[in-house]
């Protein structure tokens, strides 16, 4: 399932309160994606890093300023166009 897997680096998902973990705001998220790594695949989750602070060029000083797991179904439905 994640071994088809590929995020580009800037691409913009939408994802809901629920399918991010932990997720300590409880809301949901528009996250640039920095690196998805599907080899941290872990009960239908991956590891996220990215950006919620701006756009694809962040304004934040590190590589990236969220990092959470984050539901394989909700990227596949970003990349696959239906959010």
Known sequence: M???????????L?????????NPTNRDELVW????DPRQHVDGMVRLRGHTCAGPVPDCAGGWCFE?????AAIQANTDGGR
């Open 2 to 12: 994640t071994d088809s897997l590929h995020v580009p680096a800037g691409t913009l």
């Open 14 to 22: 939408h994802l809901l309160a629920w399918e991010i973990s932990p």
């Open 33 to 36: 994606a920095v690196v998805v």
């Open 68 to 72: 959470a797991q984050v539901s394989v």
